[in-house]
C-alpha cells in the first residue's frame, strides 16, 4: 500500500488492476483506502504496552527464549566481570602501598601478577557468549531502551517512527474482506558486547483489530 492524502485526511492506497485480479484468481477491489488515524494510535499503543513495566519480565523472556540466551554464558560472563572487579581493588590497594613507600620492585611484581589475572579474566568475558548468543541481563538492558523509545513513540516526529517500526520489524496488513488490521512485530536488534556487536532475533508478537 502508498501513503496518499485524500480529503485532507493520510491514508493508505492499494491500488489493484482488474487484469492482475483476473490472470491469478484474486478477488480483490480496484482500490482500498485505509486512514492512517485507523492504524498508527492503535499501534503505538500496543507496541508501548509489550515494554511496559508490568510486561517487562514476560517480554525479556521471550526475547531469551527467541534469541536462545546462554544461561552458562551468563554465569561465565558474571564470573569474569567479579575476577576483574577484585583486580581493580587489589590493584589501587598496591598502589596505596606504594604511595606510602613500600618496596617498589616488590609490590610491581604483585601489580603484574593480578595484571595479568585481569586480562585473562577480560579475555574469559570476551569469549562468555559464544555463537552470538546474549545473555539475559544484555537482553533486559536492550528492552529497557526499546521501553523508552516505545514510551515516546505517540508523539515522535513520523519520520523518526518509520525508523522505530522498521527496528521492531513491524508488518501491518489489511484483510479488506472482514475489514481487519493485522500487525506483527519481530525485531532485529543489534547489542554491543565486548569489542563487537550481536543481533537478537526476537519472536514475532502479533495483535489486530477492526477498523
Known amino acids: 500500500m502508498q501513503g496518499t492524502f485524500a480529503h485532507g485526511t493520510a491514508r493508505y492506497r492499494c491500488r489493484f488492476p482488474s487484469e492482475y485480479a483476473l490472470a491469478n484468481k484474486v478477488e480483490h477491489p480496484l482500490i482500498v483506502y485505509v486512514k492512517e488515524d485507523a492504524i498508527v494510535p492503535r ?36 564470573a569474569a566481570r567479579r575476577k576483574i572487579a577484585d583486580c ?62 516505545a514510551a515516546v513513540l505517540a508523539t515522535a516526529d513520523p ?9 521492531l520489524g513491524v508488518r501491518v496488513t489489511y484483510g479488506h474482506h472482514r475489514s481487519v488490521i493485522g500487525v506483527t512485530a519481530g525485531t532485529c536488534t543489534t547489542a554491543r558486547v565486548g569489542g563487537g556487536t550481536l543481533t537478537l532475533s526476537t519472536p514475532a508478537w502479533e495483535t489486530s483489530w477492526a477498523v
Open 159 to 167: 519520520k523518526d517512527k518509520v525508523e522505530v517500526y522498521a527496528d
Open 88 to 149: 581493580d581493588q587489589r590493584l589501587a590497594r598496591y598502589r596505596q602501598t606504594l604511595d606510602a613507600g613500600a618496596d617498589v620492585p616488590t609490590v610491581a611484581g604483585w601489580m603484574a601478577e593480578v595484571q595479568g589475572e585481569r586480562l585473562r579474566a577480560e579475555q574469559e568475558l570476551g569469549a562468555a557468549v559464544p555463537g552470538g548468543k546474549l545473555t539475559k541481563e544484555e537482553i533486559r538492558r536492550m528492552v529497557l531502551g526499546l521501553r523508552d523509545i
Open 43 to 78: 499501534l503505538d499503543s500496543w507496541i508501548a504496552e509489550l515494554f511496559k513495566e508490568t510486561n517487562l519480565d514476560a517480554t525479556c523472556e521471550a526475547m531469551a527464549m527467541a534469541g536462545d540466551a546462554d544461561d552458562e554464558a551468563e554465569a561465565r560472563g558474571e
